[in-house]
Nanobody
Framework: QVHVVESGGGLVQAGGSLRLSCAASGNIFSIKWYRQAPGKERELVSS???????NYADSVKGRFTTSRDNAKNTGYLQMNSLKPDDAGVYYC??????????WGQGTQVTVSS
């Protein structure tokens, strides 16, 4: 069974940066990053295929960059120019070779204005 561990969240001032990591214990296909703010639905922020193709929500384009290191089975979400609206719990969801997907435990991102 593949396990996923997220890290990198924290408190940052508006305009600051954070880098999230999503480390899987086995080989994975695509990685998707979601976030959920209090009282709101979970939303897709970005995705990256095993080959490195990326997609972003309009709200984060130009500010967030997703990448991965296939040798380490790890994905990253670099978040720059953070805004208070970016705050929430960030989750990664990784698609595994045996089928299906596994969620990370989530990491809190807080942006102070």
């Amino acid at each position: 069974q593949v396990h996923v561990v997220e890290s990198g969240g924290g408190l940052v001032q508006a305009g600051g940066s954070l880098r999230l990591s999503c480390a899987a214990s086995g080989n994975i296909f695509s990685i998707k990053w979601y976030r959920q703010a209090p009282g709101k639905e979970r939303e897709l922020v970005s995705s990256i295929t095993r080959g490195g193709s990326t997609n972003y929500a309009d709200s984060v384009k130009g500010r967030f960059t997703t990448s991965r290191d296939n040798a380490k089975n790890t994905g990253y979400l670099q978040m720059n120019s953070l805004k208070p609206d970016d705050a929430g719990v960030y989750y990664c969801n990784v698609y595994i070779l045996s089928g299906g997907s596994v969620w990370g435990q989530g990491t809190q991102v807080t942006v102070s204005s």
